[in-house]
T-cell receptor, first 112, second 111 residues
Framework: DAMVIQNPRYQVTQFGKPVTLSCSQT?????MYWYQQKSSQAPKLLFH???????NEADTPDNFQSRRPNTSFCFLDIRSPGLGDAAMYLC???????????FGPGTRLTVL | GQSLEQPSEVTAVEGAIVQINCTYQ??????LSWYQQHDGGAPTFLSY????GLEETGRFSSFLSRSDSYGYLLLQELQMKDSASYFC????????????FGTGTQLKVEL
């Protein structure tokens, strides 16, 4: 089945210790997204790739970076996690129009 | 900017019909999407309305009125498994790929 896969599902890190979350897709979609979602809140877009073009949201902290080495994979790097970065991180994909997005199961990040 | 408002919580009984409203303010409008998210799960696409009117998909229907900047999701024959959060969302200004999500409505279905 075509899908969006995220690894790991749960990640525990220490304050200030870099962490990388990964996402892969078998849908062959052009666009990949990273969202942050905190408890009882809506997903908040951090950035997205349209093919290789990187698009950063204006309010995404510099602490967050992303890489998309090929169509199938996308990574989220958090350089120095703070306690406020504890959240669910969702990867999503879509075709050229983003009205229907396909989400992965998410990675729940805990910062100690 | 864009903003979408939804009721924070709705409670209904199994077998009933429930309507979840969404009002939006956008500088440009390209359609309204709805997503379902169970606790601990990922959002799942339900529907998309680009034009005014009602779109029906099984037990779920979605309605849009562009003149009123308003839409709703209608769930019929409610089941316990429909207990989840529901988000409306609009594409970004210019019709790009990004979605702005509404505040979300937590639906609780009771026996």
């Amino acid at each position: 089945d075509a899908m969006v896969i995220q690894n790991p599902r749960y990640q525990v890190t220490q304050f200030g210790k870099p962490v990388t979350l990964s996402c892969s897709q078998t849908l062959n979609h052009n666009v990949m997204y990273w969202y942050q979602q905190k408890s009882s809140q809506a997903p908040k877009l951090l950035f997205h790739y349209y093919d290789k073009d990187f698009n950063n949201e204006a309010d995404t902290p510099d602490n967050f970076q992303s890489r998309r080495p090929n169509t199938s994979f996308c990574f989220l790097d958090i350089r120095s996690p703070g306690l406020g970065d504890a959240a669910m991180y969702l990867c999503a994909t879509s075709g050229r129009q983003g009205t229907e997005q396909f989400f992965g199961p998410g990675t729940r990040l805990t910062v100690l | 900017g864009q903003s979408l408002e939804q009721p924070s919580e709705v409670t209904a009984v199994e077998g009933a019909i429930v309507q979840i409203n969404c009002t939006y303010q956008t500088s440009g409008f390209y359609g309204l999407s709805w997503y379902q998210q169970h606790d601990g799960g990922a959002p799942t696409f339900l529907s998309y309305n680009a034009l005014d009117g009602l779109e029906e998909t099984g037990r779920f229907s979605s309605f849009l009125s562009r003149s009123d900047s308003y839409g709703y999701l209608l769930l019929q024959e409610l089941q316990m498994k429909d207990s989840a959060s529901y988000f409306c969302a609009v594409p970004s200004t210019g019709g790009g790929n990004k979605l702005t999500f509404g505040t979300g409505t937590q639906l609780k279905v009771e026996l």
